[in-house]
């Protein structure tokens, strides 16, 4: 019994942790954009357009790492749009973001039913080089066998694509560059203080694009993780929320690394549930909604940013632009 105890905690974990990479990609991706002063809310619309770039260029040349250069490329570029707009031209950054996630939407449904004639979605990814597939860890199946810590090193520790790993190995990295380096002092002064930094002879305009293209790369592995790791194809809106869930994570964390980290894996582990939740029968209750278990993620963004969060101050200078005094 305990050995099935331990086997249905260590799936579910890895089940959490599969569902919370794009939010952690998402989520890191948010906060270097905001810490340089920049607030991003496109970040959905980025994800979208990276899995519909990496799918397309996946099946195309047959290889996962050329869709993942697409994805990130695609990702990037719109992130330029958005960075050309409110840094530049000084334009409202809730605006353009809410303006990227639009554009997004539209265009990646209406290229994908231009190209493939399938509603939208892209051709299945059937071939092996097309797709990240698990990393087959040393010993797996027979120390899998092991009562108890067998389950969670074959089903937790092993059995996840690349981007499952390097998504957990991009939390110290950003931590460490931002408070242990000079660019990460540098562009977290730009989000507090850009005056300051223009008076040092510093460039803000440079940090905030190099904050916007950061962001850029990092959504580009969320939305390759979706369509060419956890799904086998792009699928119109297959980001469903997790831009916005990722930034809802990057408040309740108060704009911080290792908080952002299990704030996802928070909201990866209730989607997790919720999947193993479905058709589940409540004594007294009955089976529970379809829709009611689908809801319980953005039921607890909403709880957690209402009630619990506490007083989340961003960066002083995020969403202000700045210019340059004379």
């Known amino acids: ?39 991003d809310i496109g970040l959905e619309g980025k994800m979208l357009v990276a899995a519909f770039a990496s799918a397309v260029v996946a099946y195309q040349v047959d290889s996962a790492w050329a869709g993942l250069a697409a994805g990130i490329l695609a990702s990037v570029a719109l992130g330029l749009v958005h960075g050309f707009a409110v840094i530049d031209q000084r334009g409202n950054q809730i605006v353009s973001g809410a303006a990227i996630n639009l554009v997004a939407a539209g265009l990646t449904a209406l290229l994908g039913n231009a190209w493939y004639g399938e ?16 990393i087959p860890w040393p010993g797996e199946a027979s120390l899998g066998a092991i009562p108890v810590l067998g389950p969670f090193y074959s089903n937790l520790l092993a059995g996840h694509v690349v981007l499952t790993y390097l998504a957990i190995l991009l939390v110290p990295l950003t931590s460490f560059v931002l408070y242990r380096t000079r660019f990460g002092l540098r562009l977290r002064a730009t989000g507090e203080n850009p005056a300051a930094v223009d008076t040092a002879g510093i460039s803000v305009r ?34 469903a929320g997790k831009g916005f869930i990722a930034l809802a994570a990057l408040v309740f964390s ?15 582990f209730l989607d997790a549930i919720s999947i193993r939740l479905q058709g589940a029968v409540i004594p007294g209750v009955g089976e529970v909604p379809v829709q009611a278990i689908q809801a319980l993620p953005y039921l607890l ?26």
């Open 119 to 134: 509603g939208g979605r892209t051709p299945q990814l059937d071939s092996v080089a097309s797709r990240f597939h698990e």
């Open 301 to 326: 963004t909403v709880i957690l940013l209402a009630g619990f969060v506490g007083r989340a101050i961003p960066p002083k200078a995020s969403g202000i632009p700045y210019v340059k005094e004379r």
């Open 206 to 239: 440079g940090l905030r694009y190099a904050g916007v293209v950061i962001c850029g790369v990092l959504c580009g592995f969320a939305g390759t993780y979706l369509s060419v790791a956890q799904a086998a194809s792009f699928l119109p809106s297959m980001t």
């Open 254 to 268: 108060k704009w911080r690394p290792w908080p952002a980290l299990f704030t996802c894996l928070l909201f990866g």
């Open 1 to 39: 019994m305990l050995t099935g105890l331990a086997s249905d905690t260590a799936l579910i974990l890895a089940s959490s942790l599969r569902l919370a990479v794009p939010l952690i990609f998402a989520c890191i991706a948010g906060l270097w954009s905001e810490r340089s002063g920049v607030v």
